[in-house]
């Protein structure tokens, strides 16, 4: 584990890094509320995890913008003040601000919509002004029931007919593995006009263990140019047996994202297992740990591998939550709708039903505040996004889903 500022003071406090192990022989140890208590897990640094309460009293009214979206994913802001918006089945719609519609968006190619894969995450090119270019994360079909996370792109035309032309698959995990499941996967543009692509370790042991395996791409954070190539500098190009896409290594299950407003470094948060969803700033070339460093306990009871949270040469989160909100999607709020939430990083709560809004010092979390509690039927957050308008857009995660803003009460 690197020893930064954090760890330091951590130390000066008087609260040393644990890392434990033991087992628990198979035996679920967490009480009904999901907490971990056996073995036990101490965070690394103080204000980890568990940070307190901050309410703001933010008065807000939750407007539905659109509803019937069957199981939808990600969303994105078109120049027009049209949204984009997939649906995991295979469909991309364009939404109007009066949730008007029109037919799914024509000449994306097949995904493989088996279990949590599908048309996953979409994004505008930085210069979709001049390009019309849009990018989309999904699950492709392979033979023989494999699939693998992959990203196309291709030139959005706009009409009572809307499509794609010139599509072309410019990324693709390998190897393509027979699981339906944790394909990731968020698409962030940094300032330079790369393109980040989050991904998982596929939920089961051979993917899972491929996570620390540079020859790999399962479990990895990757960066590509936006026609697919290799930027020059990313950290292991040229080496040989590692895959020159790789960004970061050792991760888990990532569907949140978005580049910090002002540092303009990608902040992710992944799924844990029961424990430990992770948030994190994925730096050049770092590897986080996973499998072989986690909070949290296995689904079924009972250690992670040795059982350990912290290892050297492995990075610590900024943040972890024990019991897990299921996170997917994620926002800084930067916009002046809300000025008390300005400076806040908002994270769908995809388990707990709800929106998390976190006050932040620097890369310090330091107060979590739960939203849309009073919400019915109770919202399973897939995604949410600061709109142009200023407004904070939540997409909900069902057959009957909706895509919901929330304005300024009156």
């Known amino acids: 584990m690197r020893f930064s500022k954090r760890i330091l003071l951590a130390a000066l406090m008087s609260s040393a890094v644990v890392c434990q192990s033991g087992s628990a022989q198979g035996v679920d ?3 009904a509320n999901g907490a971990t208590l056996v073995p036990p897990q101490a965070p690394a640094f103080p204000g980890q995890t568990d940070a307190p309460e901050r309410k703001l009293n933010v008065a807000f009214d939750v407007v539905t913008v659109a509803d019937g979206i069957n199981t ?10 049209k949204m984009l918006v997939t649906e995991r089945g295979g469909n991309l719609l364009v939404i109007g601000t009066d949730g008007s519609r029109s ?7 097949p995904v493989d919509a088996r279990g949590q894969g599908g048309l996953l995450d979409v994004a505008l090119d930085p210069d979709f002004a001049t390009n019309s270019t849009i990018y989309w994360s999904f699950s492709e079909p ?3 029931g494999a699939n693998n996370t992959a990203v196309a792109r291709g030139r959005f035309v706009d009409g009572p007919a809307p499509r794609v032309e010139d599509v072309r698959v410019i990324y693709h995990q390998v190897p393509a593995m027979a699981s339906r499941a944790h394909f990731g996967s968020r698409l962030v543009f940094g300032r330079d006009k790369t393109l980040f692509v989050t991904q998982g370790d596929r939920s089961f042991e051979p993917g899972r263990m491929q996570s620390q395996d540079k020859n790999s791409l399962v479990g990895k954070f990757v960066r590509i140019n936006r026609d697919g190539s290799i930027p020059a500098d990313n950290p292991f190009v040229g080496q040989s047996g590692v895959r020159p896409e790789i960004w970061t290594i050792g991760h888990r299950n990532a569907q949140a994202a978005a580049l910090h407003p002002t540092t303009g470094e ?4 992944e799924h844990g297992t029961r424990g430990g969803d992770e948030l994190n700033i994925p730096r050049k070339g770092k590897d986080y740990g996973w499998p072989t460093i986690a909070y949290g306990i296995e689904y079924r009871g009972g250690p992670i591998l040795g059982g350990i949270t912290a290892k050297e040469g492995m990075e610590q989160p900024i943040y972890y939550w024990d019991p897990v909100i299921g996170p997917s999607g994620m926002a800084f709020y930067t916009a002046d709708l809300f000025p008390a939430w300005k400076g806040s990083l908002f994270v769908g709560g995809h388990a707990t039903y709800d929106l ?15 939203l849309l509690k009073e919400v019915e039927p109770r919202p399973h957050v897939r995604d949410v996004r600061q709109g142009p308008d200023g407004a904070l857009y939540v997409l909900t995660d069902s057959t009957s889903g909706k895509l919901l803003k929330l304005v300024p009460r009156r």
């Open 29 to 31: 140890p967490r009480p």
């Open 142 to 144: 392979q033979a023989e």
């Open 103 to 109: 037919q799914p968006v024509a000449g994306l190619p």
């Open 356 to 370: 998390v809004r976190l006050s932040l010092n620097g890369d310090w979390v330091v107060g979590e505040e739960r």
């Open 266 to 269: 990608l902040w992710t948060i």
């Open 72 to 81: 939808g994913w990600s969303l994105a802001f078109l120049p027009n003040g």
